[in-house]
C-alpha cells in the first residue's frame, strides 16, 4: 500500500529543493558565432588605425544564393576564426539608395545600372550576386570573385589573400592543391 503522506512530503521536498536551487551563472562569455560586419566607411576607419585586408560582400536583399553564404558559408567556424583574425568584412547591398562615401568621394545610386556606383566600380559592371571584392590593406582592390562559394572554398580563398599568396605570383590553382586547413 502507498503511504501518500511520505509520497507528498517526498515531492513537497524535491520541489523546494529545485525551486530554491540557485541557478549557476554562465561564467564563460558567449561565443560570437558571427563575423563582425561593417560598413565600408567603418572599415575604412579600422583600416587606419589597424591596417588589415578587407573583404566586401556585395549583396542584394532579393539574392538567395547571398542568403545562403550568409547562413552556411560565413557561419563556418574556420572561416570566422581567420577572418576575424586577417580581414575586416564588409556587407554592400548593391542596391544602396543612400550615398556612399569612400577613399573621400562620393558614390550615388546609379538608377540605369540599378546599383550604386560603389557596387558597379567594384564588380566592373557585372552585376551580379553574391560577389566578393577582396581590398588590401591600402584600400586598393586586388580581386572580385563572383558566384556562390561554400566554406571550405571561402576559407582557402581567405589564406590566398590573406598570406599575400597572389603577390608571390603564385596561382589561386596552385596555391589550392597545397593549402590544408
Known amino acids: 500500500m502507498i503511504n501518500f503522506r511520505f509520497l507528498s512530503t517526498a515531492l513537497l521536498t524535491l520541489f523546494l529543493i529545485i525551486a530554491v536551487h ?21 572599415a575604412e576607419a579600422a583600416c587606419e588605425k589597424k591596417p588589415r585586408k578587407i573583404f566586401i560582400d556585395v549583396y542584394t536583399d532579393w539574392c538567395g544564393w547571398c542568403k545562403k553564404m550568409d547562413k552556411s558559408t560565413f557561419a563556418d567556424a574556420l572561416v570566422l576564426a581567420y577572418a576575424k583574425e586577417k580581414f575586416y568584412a564588409v556587407k554592400l547591398n548593391a542596391e544602396e539608395k543612400n550615398n556612399i562615401i569612400f577613399k573621400n568621394k562620393v558614390f550615388k545610386f546609379n538608377a540605369q545600372m540599378g546599383a550604386n556606383d560603389l557596387a558597379v566600380m567594384l564588380l566592373n559592371g557585372q552585376m551580379s550576386y553574391p560577389t566578393i571584392a577582396y581590398l588590401d590593406e591600402k584600400l586598393i582592390p586586388i580581386q572580385t570573385m563572383g558566384g556562390f562559394v561554400d566554406a571550405s ?28 586547413p
Open 22 to 42: 540557485p541557478v549557476q551563472a554562465q561564467t564563460e562569455e558567449p561565443k560570437e558565432e558571427s563575423l563582425h560586419w561593417m560598413s565600408l566607411e567603418e
Open 153 to 180: 572554398q571561402f576559407n582557402m580563398l581567405l589564406h590566398f589573400f590573406g598570406e599575400n599568396a597572389y603577390k608571390k605570383k603564385k596561382s589561386l590553382d596552385e596555391f589550392s592543391k597545397s593549402f590544408k
